[in-house]
Nanobody
Framework: QVQLVESGGGLVQPGGSLRLSCAAS????????MGWYRQAPGKQRELVAS???????NYADSVKGRFTISRDNAKNTVYLQMNSLKPEDTAVYYC???????????????WGQGTQVTVSS
């Protein structure tokens, strides 16, 4: 069983910053890509950023230049540094990890419970 626990969400004014963290724990043999998605009210969940185990990154156009994804492989943790936040960044942010549990040979996608980010004055 693999669990993802997110932290760092909250209320911030436009132009402000937040840093999200997501730690994976449990019976993990390996983790491949990790990433962050978000879902605003009435909208579909969308990819915000992803990062491979080797450090290659991918960003949604809407966050390029403002958000930075990083990871600590030793801690099985992924981070999302969010700067210059806008009201349209308001959403529930979910982390995900593609991992292989101990004793298994398949890659599964795991999800965190979500953390609310609200950008408002």
């Amino acid at each position: 069983q693999v669990q993802l626990v997110e932290s760092g969400g909250g209320l911030v004014q436009p132009g402000g910053s937040l840093r999200l963290s997501c730690a994976a724990s449990g019976s993990i043999f390996s983790i491949n890509a990790m990433g962050w998605y978000r879902q605003a009210p009435g909208k579909q969940r969308e990819l915000v950023a992803s990062i491979t185990s080797g450090g290659s990154t991918n960003y949604a156009d809407s966050v390029k230049g403002r958000f930075t994804i990083s990871r600590d492989n030793a801690k099985n943790t992924v981070y999302l540094q969010m700067n210059s936040l806008k009201p349209e960044d308001t959403a529930v942010y979910y982390c995900n990890a593609d991992g292989v549990p101990w004793g298994d040979s398949y890659v599964y996608r795991y999800w965190g419970q979500g953390t609310q980010v609200t950008v408002s004055s």
